[in-house]
């Protein structure tokens, strides 16, 4: 079946504890892309990754980092957590059509709700 | 910048009655748009898509038309369900697969 996973789906922590929210797509898609998730803000992008070894900034990448090192994994790093980073975040990947072309569907991940206390 | 704009919510309905969820959009260039549906407790699931001007999206019942003229994509279904309670995202990709949302539309159906 065609999906992308993300874990843990729950975790709750405490501020400045470093933690991995891991996401992974068997789709082969190229691109993949953090998002996270506010009431009365919606979706904003925080990373994004064209291919392997190639990551560009979101709308809000203050205090994340990822990385890219296999095609099928994008994990989202916070090295040091703070409490304005409790949301619900969201993994994404789409093939990746060259040429800025913009009709390519993402499929999103289910979701990793996050508590840093 | 590119901007996504609907209908704040929730939108409470009836079983069978008819939905219009508004979206409209600012964006350079020639946007693809699509709708994008959140059941509780899940991901987001692509609903429909349009990627150019006057196509017309569908699925499950629902349908959107991509109006470069008015620069809107509302969400219309003829008779809704209980089970199409969800949060509805109307959405753009002007380009290099970026989607700007919207803030998500709430709809609510009872019996």
């Known amino acids: 079946e065609a999906q992308v996973t993300q874990n843990p789906r729950y975790l709750i922590t405490v501020t400045g504890k470093k933690l991995t929210v891991t996401c992974s797509q068997n789709?082969?898609?190229?691109?993949m892309s953090w998002y996270r998730q506010d009431p009365g803000l919606g979706l904003r992008q925080i990373y994004y990754?064209?291919?392997?070894?190639?990551?560009d900034k979101g709308d809000v990448p203050e205090g994340y980092k990822v990385s890219r090192k296999e095609k099928r994994n994008f994990p989202l790093i916070l090295e040091s957590p703070s409490p304005n980073q409790t949301s619900l975040y969201f993994c994404?990947?789409?093939?990746?059509?060259?040429?800025?072309?913009?009709?390519?569907?993402?499929?999103f991940g289910p979701g990793t709700r996050l508590t840093v206390l | 910048g590119n901007s996504v704009t609907q209908m704040e919510g929730p939108v409470t309905l009836s079983e069978e009655a008819f939905l219009t969820i508004n979206c409209t959009y600012t964006?350079?260039?020639?946007?693809?748009l699509f709708w994008y549906v959140q059941y509780p407790g899940e991901g987001l699931q692509l609903l429909l898509k349009?990627?150019?001007?006057?196509d017309k999206g569908s699925n499950k019942g629902f349908e959107a038309t991509y109006r470069k003229e008015t620069t809107s994509f509302h969400l219309e279904k003829g008779s809704v369900q209980v089970s199409d309670s969800a949060v509805y995202f109307c959405?753009?990709?002007?380009?290099?697969?970026?989607?700007?949302f919207g803030k998500g539309t709430m709809l609510l159906v009872s019996p």
């Open positions: 994404a990947s789409s093939t990746w059509t060259s040429g800025g072309f913009s009709t390519d569907t993402q499929y």
């Open positions: 789709m082969n898609h190229e691109y």
């Open positions: 990754s064209m291919n392997v070894e190639v990551t």
């Open positions: 964006a350079t260039g020639y946007p693809s």
């Open positions: 349009a990627t150019k001007a006057d």
């Open positions: 959405a753009l990709n002007s380009g290099y697969s970026t989607l700007t």
